[in-house]
């Protein structure tokens, strides 16, 4: 099976994982974002990463936000799983004709970030502004709708590795960029060796949602994102259908979507996927 088709496949089981608290699953939609919209962007987001496979990593990221954002009439979809997964993608690819363990695939990504250019840094910043994010960090210098901004890049010669670093200690997806994929590795070691249905990465979801998550940090509050996460904590610790249901109608209820960690669902799925299909 090729990479991009187990991406796809990594996308979709994710949105598939039935019940995930305050997440768009197969029962649940967000008023501006459905279901259906998602489907669509997993396969546009699939198809981006297949088309620009040797492009770099910018470019994979801005023309996966592109298609992503054609592909559908709602909100956003699947950025923070383009920027987790394109440098793991690329990693793959540039691996594949050998022989490789996932450590390999951590170690090209981490270097991949490591030396990215001042141009990721660019098209990252013109993926921002197709899908009306407003800013990198909560006192941005660097203002993505301005037209100064991609000078201010070169001038200073930012890349995307040095946005990332400005980030990592309020947003997991670029905590994940710059410190190699800790939390997307835990995962995956709890469900490379499952059959990836659904009670699997519904426990894994939770598992991930034990620490406080930053869309929801950004969104609502600190407090919020720890009570979310204690209610997390109290199900792992002891397994409850019955409260994972109420925890889901809680969230759903409130419009709080830990969105951040349904991204990095979606890589320890598809590094899983690598696991069991490739190696």
């Known amino acids: 099976m090729k990479v991009y088709d187990l991406l796809i496949n990594a996308l979709l089981l994710e949105l598939s994982t039935t019940p995930k608290p305050g997440c768009v699953d197969r029962e649940f939609d967000h008023d501006d974002t459905t279901f259906n919209d998602f489907l669509k962007s997993s396969v546009a987001v699939g198809r981006a990463f297949e088309s620009n496979l ?74 921002i502004n197709l899908i009306e994010v407003g800013s990198l960090k ?67 979801f939770m598992h991930l949602l034990t620490k406080p998550d930053t869309h929801v940090v950004k969104v609502h509050s600190r407090e919020t994102a720890e009570e979310v996460s204690k209610m997390a904590q109290n199900l792992v610790k002891n397994w409850d259908t019955v409260k994972l249901q109420r925890m889901n109608d809680k969230l759903n209820k409130s419009g709080i979507s830990p969105g951040t960690t349904a991204d990095i669902l979606s890589a320890s799925i598809f590094l899983s996927l690598i696991y069991q299909n490739i190696m």
Do not use: C, W
């Open 138 to 204: 909560e006192y941005d210098e660097y203002d993505v709708t301005s037209d100064e901004t991609m000078m201010d890049l070169y001038q200073e010669n930012i890349t995307f590795y040095d946005l990332m670093k400005v980030s990592e200690e309020f947003d997991d997806i670029a905590n994940e960029l710059i410190n190699g994929f800790p939390r997307t590795l835990g995962a995956y070691s709890k469900l490379k060796d499952t059959n990836i249905e659904n009670k699997d990465m519904i426990r894994t």
């Open 54 to 127: 040797n492009k770099s990593l910018g470019e994979i990221i801005y023309e996966s936000a592109k298609m992503m954002r054609k592909s559908h009439g709602g909100k956003n979809t699947h950025f923070g799983a383009i920027l987790l997964n394109a440098p793991l993608f690329k990693s793959v690819v540039k691996l594949e004709s050998d022989f490789f363990e996932i450590s390999d695939i951590k170690k090209t990504a981490s270097k991949m970030i490591e030396n990215s250019t001042v141009e990721d840094a660019v098209f990252f910043y013109k993926a």
